[in-house]
């Protein structure tokens, strides 16, 4: 009964190739996020979707595209991957209204993801 | 904008000894601050969480943390460490839109537990 789950957890790929990354949450939140850690451990927010609409943009390069086809999916697309795209990505949701757990974001296993 | 630092990229305790990790954090509203605990090869799971009501947050695992508006801070502690305590911790301040929560992190501190 995984909350936040994404899928592939270990990706290697080539430079050049175009990879996908999916996230799903059954917490019934209604803002999912996707966040880069870099090979220094260091967490950023990359974008942020409520109820499939785009609320954050973190000056990502135009290769990543992210895709809501509802407020429980999030989807990471990445077009021509470059070595520097390697890293660990993490999927998150919360519900920012909610009075009980608004600002606790609750993130998924993460996805390796090697370019060589 | 908001931020946090944490103090001492690596920390290394025995077991049975005090744990202390330390973040100080910048913000320009009351802030909301967490403490993630990230094992190796896995996700980040919320170890606790302050948002405004009482100042000692007790988490999960025996950890425990106090918000000092005074001095800005938000440092964690445990009694006594365990092996099984050996992670990256991170520190986070949260900035709430009302319809996304954008988590700022500190750079981590990997603790160390020896025999």
Partial sequence: ????????????????????????????????????????????????????????????????????????????????????????????SSSPRSSISGNTIYFGEGSWLTVV | AQSVTQLGSHVSVSEGALVLLRCNYSSSVPPYLFWYVQYPNQGLQLLLKYTSAA???????????????????????KPSAHMSDAAEYFCAVSDNTGTASKLTFGTGTRLQVTL
Avoid at chain 1, 52 to 74: C, G
Avoid at chain 2, 58 to 66: D, L, Q
């Fill in chain 1, 1 to 92: 009964d995984t909350a936040v789950s994404q899928t592939p957890k270990y990706l290697v790929t080539q430079m050049g190739n175009d990879k996908s990354i999916k996230c799903e949450q059954n917490l019934g939140h209604d803002t999912m996020y996707w966040y880069k850690q870099d090979s220094k451990k260091f967490l950023k927010i990359m974008f942020s979707y409520n109820n499939k609409e785009l609320i954050i943009n973190e000056t990502v390069p135009n290769r990543f595209s992210p895709k809501s086809p509802d407020k429980a999916h999030l989807n990471l697309h990445i077009n021509s991957l470059e070595l520097g795209d390697s890293a660990v990505y993490f999927c998150a």
């Fill in chain 2, 55 to 77: 100042t000692l947050v007790k988490g999960i695992n025996g950890f425990e943390a106090e918000f000092k508006k005074s001095e800005t801070s938000f440092h964690l502690t």
